[in-house]
C-alpha cells in the first residue's frame, strides 16, 4: 500500500488536492510509472483501462510544468475526442494549485480557426487527436518545437483506428532528446513496432493487465429475437444505470427511439452527433437524468462515468479487445459490474470468444416485471455560461439554496464546462428554478436557461 505522499516530488498544495479528490493510495500504474516518469525515463504502460493510467502521466506532467514559459512542454495524443476532454478534465483538476496553467485540446468537431487562435495565446499542455494535431501542423498554426514529453494514451485504440503513421509522423516534429509515455491497455504487435520506434530505453510495466476474476459476472443468451432478449433483460435486472453497445450509428439511433417510445429514459452516442451534442449526452447519462445510454464503440474507451451498474452488448463486438473494453465500463474502481451479451443462432460460431469466458443465461428462466420502466427523477437545466465567465459549482448552489429556496436533496450532479453549465434538478422544481432565473442573478448576472431533452 503506497501513498502519493511518499513521493518527495509532489509539492503539499497538490497533496491538498489530491486529497480533496479522494486520491491518497495510488494504484498500481501509478506506483510503478510516477516515480519513474519524475526521473525522465522513457515509458511503456501496459495496464487495463479504469487502472488511474490519466493520474499516472498527469501528475508529472502538471507538477513538470514550467507556467513561467508560456509555450506548450508536454503533448498529449489520445485516440477521441472524448477521451482528450476526459484527460482535459483531470489535469485541470490537478492543475488548480498552478495559477495560469493553462491547458488546450485540439479536435475535430471545433472550428481550427477558434483552436488556432487559442495556441497563438500560448498553452503548457496540449491534448490533441491525431487528425487534428495534423491538420494543425499541415496549416503551421501548431508549433511542437519546446515539447519535452510526447504521451500517447491508448495507444492501442489509435493503431486500431489506423493512425500509427500519423502518429510516427506527429513525433517527427518533435525535438530529440524527449521523453516519450506510451500507456496502452492491449500488446499488439503494432503496439511493439510503435515502441522500438519512439521510445530509447523504456521501462517496460505491466500491471492489472486482466479483469479481476469474478469482478464483473459475464453471461451471454442466444436469442432470436433481440429486441425482446433486451426488454426481458432490463425488467430482470432492474439496473440503474444502463449502457448499451450497438456496432453501427444507425441501430443505435433506432434502437434508442424504440426504447424512449416504450417509456424509458434513454440518450444515444454515436459519430454523427457533433461535440456539444455528443458531451451533452455523456453529462445528461452521467448525471443520471438519462438512465440508459445507448452507443457506437465510440464509447467503449474514454468514457469514465462511474457506477454503470450493467453493459448489455445488443451487437456483438468484431473483437476480443473491443469486448473487454465495453464490459470494462463497469466493474471500475472498487466496484462490480454486470455485463450481458446477446448472439442470434446464426452468429454462434463467431462468439466463441465471448462464450468461452462467460456463463450461458436462459432468457425463459428470469423472472421479469413487465411494467418496470427505467426513468429518472431529474432532468438538466442548462445555463449559457460556465468557466469562461467565471461559474462555479457553489455560486449555482448557493443560488439555488439561498435565493430560490431549493432544498440539496432536490439537486444533483452539477457539470461545468467552458461556456455552459449543467444542473440536474429533480422534476418537481426544474421549472419552478427555470422561471426564477429568468430575475435571479448568479454573482451579479443574469443567466438563460433552457430544459435539455
Known amino acids: 500500500m503506497t501513498y502519493f505522499n511518499t513521493i518527495s516530488e509532489i509539492p503539499l498544495a497538490l497533496l491538498d488536492i489530491l486529497e480533496d479528490l479522494h486520491f491518497t493510495q495510488m494504484t498500481k500504474i501509478q506506483e510503478e510509472s510516477i516515480p519513474a516518469i519524475l526521473e525522465g525515463r522513457d515509458l511503456f504502460a501496459q495496464s487495463k483501462t479504469g487502472s488511474g493510467k490519466t493520474l499516472a502521466f498527469g501528475l508529472p506532467a502538471v507538477i513538470r510544468t514550467d507556467i513561467a514559459a508560456n509555450r506548450p512542454q508536454t503533448l498529449i495524443i489520445t485516440p477521441t475526442r472524448e477521451l482528450a476532454e476526459q484527460v482535459a478534465t483531470e489535469l485541470r483538476k490537478l492543475a488548480a494549485y498552478k495559477a495560469n496553467l493553462k491547458i488546450l485540446t485540439l479536435y475535430g468537431g471545433v472550428p481550427l480557426r477558434s483552436q488556432a487562435d487559442s495556441l497563438a495565446k500560448g498553452a503548457h499542455i496540449l491534448i490533441g487527436t491525431p487528425g487534428r494535431l495534423k491538420d494543425h501542423l499541415s496549416k503551421h498554426t501548431l508549433e511542437l518545437d519546446n515539447i519535452s514529453t510526447l504521451i500517447l494514451d491508448e495507444a492501442d485504440k489509435m493503431l486500431d483506428m489506423g493512425f500509427y503513421d500519423d502518429i510516427v509522423s506527429i513525433a517527427s516534429n518533435i525535438p530529440t532528446p524527449r521523453q516519450t509515455l506510451l500507456f496502452s ?4 504487435s503494432k503496439i511493439e513496432h510503435l515502441s522500438k520506434k519512439l521510445l530509447i530505453n523504456p521501462l517496460s510495466i505491466k500491471v492489472d493487465t486482466l479483469q479481476e476474476a469474478g469482478k464483473i459476472d459475464e453471461i451471454v443468451y442466444e436469442t432470436s429475437d433481440k429486441f425482446h432478449a433486451l426488454i426481458t433483460l432490463i425488467n430482470s435486472f432492474k439496473p440503474t444505470s444502463l449502457l448499451i453497445f450497438c456496432n453501427t450509428k444507425a441501430d443505435v439511433v ?23 451534442a455528443r458531451n451533452e449526452s455523456i453529462i445528461l447519462f452521467s448525471n443520471g437524468s438519462k438512465r440508459i445510454l445507448v452507443a457506437t464503440d465510440v464509447a467503449s474507451r474514454g468514457l469514465d462515468i462511474k457506477e454503470i451498474e450493467l453493459v448489455i452488448n445488443y451487437d456483438l463486438p468484431f473483437d476480443k479487445e473491443v469486448y473487454t473494453h465495453r464490459i470494462g465500463r463497469t466493474g471500475r474502481a472498487d466496484a462490480s ?46 445555463l449559457n455560461g460556465g468557466k469562461k465567465t467565471k461559474l462555479r459549482k457553489g455560486d449555482i ?22 461556456s455552459n453549465a449543467y444542473i440536474a434538478l429533480n422534476h418537481n422544481v426544474i421549472k ?22
Open 337 to 382: 459490474g454486470i455485463a450481458l451479451s446477446l448472439y442470434t443462432p446464426e452468429e454462434s460460431s463467431k462468439c466463441h470468444y465471448i462464450t468461452s469466458r462467460a456463463r450461458k443465461g436462459m432468457l425463459k428462466e428470469l423472472q421479469t416485471d413487465s411494467k418496470y420502466k427505467m426513468q429518472s427523477d431529474f432532468d438538466t437545466l442548462c
Open 185 to 188: 491497455a492491449t500488446f499488439p
Open 254 to 276: 433506432t434502437l434508442a427511439e424504440r426504447l424512449h417510445a416504450l417509456g424509458h429514459s434513454v440518450i444515444d452516442l454515436q459519430g454523427d452527433l457533433d461535440q456539444r
Open 397 to 418: 448552489l448557493g443560488t439555488l439554496c439561498k435565493e430560490i429556496g431549493i432544498g440539496t436533496e432536490e439537486i444533483g450532479k452539477i457539470d461545468i464546462t467552458d
Open 432 to 453: 419552478k428554478v427555470q422561471k426564477a432565473l429568468k430575475t435571479v442573478k448568479i454573482k451579479k448576472k443574469k443567466y438563460l436557461s433552457w430544459i435539455l431533452d
